[in-house]
């Protein structure tokens, strides 16, 4: 395999991942709660080690709140955090990276008591509103896309507690691939690195030694080189970062497999067959339902 045969699986992340979960939120570009809902849900909680009902449990509270008709203000801050302290309970909240949690509160740490640093995503769209824009953080990216601020969004929505360089990029990504915007400058900042990403860019020869390692300076040689040699394919970069993704988590499924798809052209496709097959059937089966 080589790096632009990736590139068609970014479609079934999209039918399969993104496009179900942005259509969970059918007034994002127009309500404050549908936007919000749909960046908690899908994306503000994507960090390493997470909590699993943490994304969920805060988009019912975000709901919630929607249902009671009432408009977005600085009360809801606490409310919504409130609101989620009471679903999951007080313990384990991870205040010092949770977006829901807002800038100044008191948390127990095994080092002693802290404070948080920085502003909740809430916080975040009331200072949107304060400078006179719309509180939507999937407008608000997607005309920073448009008109070419891709650092300035990236490095803004940094600003949310708990989100750094990967989500804020797999964020971006998602937006420009939904309303199909196409940056003229800074792609690498839409292209997320993990893992399995930064496999397959070993494997095809590109800036990583170790793919376990987490290096920034390595990471951001990575985001690069993938936006060089799409677009020497002529290929999108944040589709062909989405097909990477796609293949090695949900077709391959481990770094055995991974290998040897790119280094064997037929097994790659034997494995693939296999992956069609078994969405087919799945297809099929839910059908039945």
């Not at 395999?1 to 039918?15: A, C, G, T, W, Y």
């Not at 502003?119 to 824009?133: H, N, P, Q, Y």
């Amino acid at each position: 395999m080589q790096l632009h045969d990736f590139v068609r699986f970014s479609v079934l992340l999209q039918e399969r991942l993104m496009k179900p979960l942005w259509e969970r939120y059918p007034q994002r570009e127009n309500d404050t709660w549908d936007s919000l809902g749909l960046f908690l849900e899908g994306y503000a909680f994507e960090r390493q080690g997470r909590r699993p009902d943490y994304a969920p449990a805060a988009a019912d509270c975000v709901r919630k709140a929607k249902g009671t008709g009432g408009e977005f203000g600085k009360e809801h801050v606490n409310q919504l955090w409130d609101e989620f302290s009471r679903c999951l309970g007080t313990g384990k909240l991870n205040e010092a990276n949770n977006p829901l949690c807002p800038k100044g509160k008191n948390y127990n740490h095994k080092k002693g008591h802290r404070t948080t640093k920085k502003e909740s995503v809430l916080e975040f769209l009331l200072d949107m509103s304060g400078s006179g824009r719309k509180p939507n953080v999937i407008m608000y990216a997607k005309s920073a896309l448009e008109s070419d601020q891709v650092k300035t969004a990236h490095d803004k929505i940094k600003e949310i507690n708990g989100i750094g360089s990967k989500i804020a990029s797999l964020f971006l990504r998602d937006v420009a691939t939904f309303y199909n915007v196409s940056p003229s400058k800074e792609r690498h900042l839409l292209q997320p690195i993990d893992i399995w990403v930064r496999r397959i860019v070993k494997e095809l020869g590109g800036p990583v030694l170790n793919p376990a390692e987490q290096n920034a300076q390595i990471d951001d040689a990575a985001r690069r080189w993938i936006v060089d040699q799409s677009f020497k394919a002529s290929i999108d970069p944040e589709a062909m970062n989405q097909g990477m993704w796609y293949f090695a988590t949900q077709v391959a499924g481990s770094y055995y497999r991974l290998q040897k798809s790119i280094h064997d052209a037929s097994y790659a496709k034997e494995i693939t067959a296999q992956h069609q097959h078994a969405l087919k059937r799945a297809a099929n089966a839910a059908d039945s339902l």
